[in-house]
Structures are given as structure tokens and as C-alpha cells.
């Protein structure tokens, strides 16, 4: 089976209280463009009788991290994974304006994360859902350059960590 695609990233404020899981405000994080996951997983404990490999404790998760890249953040998205201050209003000429501020109030929660990732097999093409089900972001670093006389497309790169 091959992958052939990547779409539909979508993120959530994730929330715990005791064993309960649950998430909120789900929308999309933006439009797919590349995903790249990085999972460590710890060594397999082996139990050895009779010179041998008797039973076996397949290595658990470890750690993780995520590269999602998309077209871009909706300030929806960047509010609900960034922690995002709410929007305070400036005076700019006669109009106010909304400004995002990325200052000392930020927090990043926690949120869940969901793609669809599209396999082909035999000729067949198939979507499987992709679940990160706790992942926090780290603010991104931005790159923008202007115009010419053709157009240079310019992505978001996010990082993040999964636990």
C-alpha cells in the first residue's frame, strides 16, 4: 500500500479530568499540503527460558513530533492552538481594528489532531483516518517574500509535539 495523498487536517481543544477524555471547538487547521511524523518508541523487553525469546513486551510509545504544513492559518485555528490572547481592538486613522497579539499571555494547549491520509493498493484507493489524539504546537517561525512576476506559493509550516 502507497500513499497518495494527504487532506483534511483538523484540530481540537483537548481536555482531561480523571480518565475522561474529551475535545472541543473542532475545526479545520487549514488546507493539507504535507505531513511528516516522527514516533520513538522504546526497546522491546525480552524474557528469556530455555536459551530462548519466551515472551515479549513490545517497545511502548515514547515520544513524538509532527511537521503539518498547510496553505495557511484562519485566526480561528491560530486563537484555539497557539492560546491565542482574545482580539483587542486599535485605533488605526478613523477605523479600529482587531489586533491578534502573540505577547506574554500565550499559551499552547493541548489539542487533538485528525488528517485523512489516501492509500492506493492494487489499484484501489482507499482513506484511512490519522489521529494524534494529544499534540501541543510550538509558535511557528514566518516567512513571507513579495511578489514578483510569478507568483512563489508560500505555506505554514507547524511543528509539534506528541505525547
Known sequence: ?????????????????????????????????????????????????????????????????????????????????????EPESVQVSEAPVEMQGYGEALNPPYVGYGCVRRTQHNGKVEFWP???????????SEEMATQEENIEWQTQELSASIE
Do not use: C, H, Q
Not at 473542532?26 to 522504546?42: C, F, Y
Not at 525469546?53 to 511502548?60: C, L, P, Q, V
Not at 490519522?130 to 511557528?140: C, S
Open 1 to 85: 500500500m502507497v500513499t497518495t495523498g494527504f487532506s483534511k487536517p483538523y484540530v481540537a481543544k483537548y481536555a482531561n479530568e480523571g480518565s475522561t477524555v474529551t475535545y472541543s471547538e473542532g475545526m479545520p487547521l487549514g488546507r493539507g499540503v504535507n505531513l511528516n511524523l516522527e514516533v520513538e518508541a522504546a526497546d522491546d523487553n525480552n524474557f528469556y527460558a530455555d536459551n530462548v525469546i519466551a515472551e515479549t513486551e513490545s517497545g511502548k510509545f515514547v515520544r513524538g513530533s509532527a511537521t503539518i504544513t498547510v496553505d495557511g492559518l484562519s485566526n480561528d485555528a491560530a486563537t484555539l492552538i497557539f492560546g491565542l490572547p
Open 130 to 140: 490519522v489521529i494524534l489524539p494529544k499534540i501541543k504546537f510550538a509558535v511557528p
